[in-house]
């Protein structure tokens, strides 16, 4: 079993930055795929970014290109996303989640999730 924990949301002004960090436990995801999604109050969960479980691949969703990056670090059991120039439609909760299908875009791919971290973005 997995148990995955989101850190490092919070509330920054549009054009700031901020760095989520998704800590894994029970056992090593480095052989999983790591995504990022995120979920806007009434709208459903979307992909927002995917990593290879080496990092030599990862995916983009059109709308975070060139400000978002995913990177993670196996040796530290832990995923990060980088996210730049955020925006107020960037407002969401974020969930990381950890599978085996490349590139997964869909809840379904992904077999362990965390409890989500609230990201604000203040216009």
């Known amino acids: 079993q997995v148990q995955l924990v989101e850190s490092g949301g919070g509330l920054v002004q549009a054009g700031g930055s901020l760095r989520l960090a998704c800590a894994a436990s029970g056992r090593t995801v480095s052989s999983y795929v790591m995504g990022w999604f995120r979920q806007a109050p009434g709208k459903e969960r979307e992909i927002v970014s995917a990593?290879?479980?080496?990092?030599?691949?990862?995916y983009y969703t059109d709308s975070v290109k060139g400000r978002f990056t995913i990177s993670r670090d196996n040796a530290k059991n832990t995923g990060y996303l980088q996210m730049n120039n955020l925006k107020p439609e960037d407002t969401a909760v974020y969930y990381c989640?950890?599978?085996?299908?490349?590139?997964?875009?869909?809840?379904?791919?992904?077999?362990?999730w965390g409890q989500g971290t609230q990201v604000t973005v203040s216009s």
């Open positions: 990593i290879w479980w080496s990092g030599s691949a990862t």
């Open positions: 989640a950890a599978g085996g299908k490349w590139v997964g875009r869909t809840q379904r791919d992904y077999d362990y």
